[in-house]
């Protein structure tokens, strides 16, 4: 039995009404091929729940209410830094045909986890707010400020300043939600300033005023924004990853506030899930991929890419590099997969232990289907062989068809067909021969003494954070860049060619997370 059965028998156990499970992110930019684990292992525990004839739904919320804390290094700074510090729904779109910046980037990840047979409700928070369905959580951590601010204080280890009021409002002047800071409640208005350096990435207007804090005026920090939603949407599943469930970190927080302040109770999460990371340096040139959702779904047929999550426990981190085998050797983990399915239609998998790990494999070639597999046993053309043969420059069909004394079927003619595409993808770009061709041509990044400077310190200042968690250290990290007195174009050459060797990269705090905050201390601490 694989994990996702385990966890739906215990759920199962609660007889709830009804099972909502929630997955949710940022639209900040492309989104990282990481947060697909995110919604496969959602996913699978609703698709299998509902085998279990669980009633339950599955939602995804993008939380598009965010400011624009950070301008990808894919745009133009000068173009966009003007949006700095406004909700993602109000800024435009990079291209023409959708709604806002947040619409243009979470459809792109729509379009990849629909590609893979997830096909969640999906939900906008900026709606939610401005629907008024947020007011009623709204007021309570309003009218529970000191409440809010004493489980920072007991649970994360963070003070909060004694006029710290929990709502970030958007200025009615220039419409910056990332540069407001409340300080007063009075029942019916949140008193705030736009503050000019109260953040490094946005400047406030200096306006100061009053605003009803409902119908989406304005929005709650995030650790109390996450528990806010599980309320208002109804949602009682809903797993993170790692980092999110350490003690003290936003799960822990967000369930405080939910027993203490919103009197319900937290999602079931499952443990967390490990990371879903892509090849580090390997990965660095311009024949090679990056790490958004969209690219790195274009290497792999659905069902195998589907595959590549889905049979790795959701405990165990995921490490995925194209070049080399990798890419071979999943496709024949695949079709081993597939052929103990094609045993089970069949009635030949036997009982014992060998018969259980056939099991096993079974039930993960069908968790991973996109289209409905076939009951009858289809040829599955062997992965490495496609490539050989185009190589040598074989009719590939006619080769397969002389081996079984017959012509392929439909399917399996679209499904060589499939092959045949992603082996040519494979031998333009993963071979080994093409790693050792791309990292001949990857320029050395030499650090100037001054990026060398802010690293060290930078370093250095993370070894004192008392709280390690993505706020904690989002915030160190602009702040030191801030005191540094370089360009913030000069930080990030410096930060991401240190740590994954391109110049670019999921935000500073999410890497940190990612790699660890003893690595990165190694790494920056040695340049």
Not at 325 to 336: G, H
Request: glycine share 6%; proline share 5%.
């Amino acid at each position: 039995m694989i994990w996702v059965d385990r966890e739906a028998i215990k759920i199962k156990a609660r007889s709830l009404p009804v099972e909502w499970v929630d997955d949710m992110k940022t639209p900040s930019g492309r989104i990282h091929v990481g947060s697909l684990r995110g919604v496969l292992v959602h996913d699978l525990i609703y698709k299998v729940m509902k085998e279990n004839g669980i009633n339950t739904r599955f939602s995804y919320v993008f939380n598009d209410m965010d400011p624009m804390d950070a301008i990808p290094s894919y745009l133009d700074q000068k173009k966009w830094s003007k949006y700095a510090g406004q909700s993602l729904y109000k800024v435009p779109s990079p291209e023409a045909g959708f709604k806002s910046f947040a619409e243009f980037y979470a459809q792109e990840f729509i379009d990849v986890f629909n590609s893979i047979n997830c096909h969640p409700e999906i939900i906008w928070s900026h709606e939610l707010y401005e629907s008024g369905k947020m007011n009623d959580v709204i007021k309570r951590f309003l009218d529970n400020a000191e409440k809010v601010k004493d489980i920072y204080k007991r649970v994360a280890k963070a003070e909060r300043n004694s006029d710290w009021i929990p709502f970030n409002p958007i200025c009615e002047k220039c419409s910056n939600i990332g540069t407001t800071n409340a300080y007063k409640w009075d029942g019916e208005f949140v008193y705030y300033r736009c503050e000019s350096d109260m953040v490094t990435w946005a400047k406030g207007c200096g306006h100061e005023g009053k605003i009803s804090p409902y119908n989406g005026t304005g929005k709650l920090p995030w650790k109390l924004d996450w528990p806010a939603h599980w309320k208002v949407i109804g949602v009682t599943v809903e797993s993170s990853g790692k980092d999110h469930m350490s003690s003290g970190g936003s799960y822990d927080m967000a369930s405080h506030f939910c027993k203490e302040i919103l009197s319900t109770d937290p999602p079931y999460a499952m443990g967390g899930y490990e990371w879903f990371t892509i090849g580090g340096k390997k990965m660095s040139s311009s024949k090679g991929i990056g790490t958004s959702a969209k690219e790195v779904a274009s290497i792999l047929p659905p069902e195998v890419f589907r595959f590549l999550i889905v049979r790795t426990p959701i405990n165990t981190h995921l490490e995925f590099n194209p070049f080399g085998e990798t890419i071979p050797n999943l496709f024949d983990d695949y079709d081993r997969c597939m052929n103990a399915y094609f045993d089970k239609c069949e009635n030949k998998i036997q009982s014992g232990k060998q018969g259980e790990v056939l099991s096993d494999f079974s039930r993960i070639a069908e968790l991973s289907s996109v289209r409905p597999h076939s009951k009858i046993r289809l040829l599955l053309p062997r992965f490495r062989t496609v490539v050989n043969l185009i190589k040598m420059g074989k009719n590939v069909k006619e080769h397969f068809e002389i081996q079984l004394k017959r012509p392929l079927l439909n399917e399996e003619s679209l499904l060589l067909e499939e092959r045949i595409k992603y082996a040519k993808i494979y031998l333009e770009k993963y071979t080994a021969q093409n790693l050792e061709q791309n990292q001949q041509k990857v320029t050395e990044f030499i650090l100037t003494e001054n990026q060398k400077t802010f690293l060290k310190t930078f370093s250095a200042q993370l070894k004192t954070l008392k709280t390690v968690d993505r706020e904690a250290v989002q915030n160190l990290f602009f702040e030191q860049i801030k005191i540094s007195g370089l360009k913030p174009k000069e930080v990030f050459n410096a930060f991401y060619h240190t740590l994954t060797g391109k110049p670019f990269g999921p935000k500073a705090a999410d890497l940190i997370l990612q790699l660890g905050i003893s690595e990165v201390i190694n790494k920056l601490s040695i340049v």
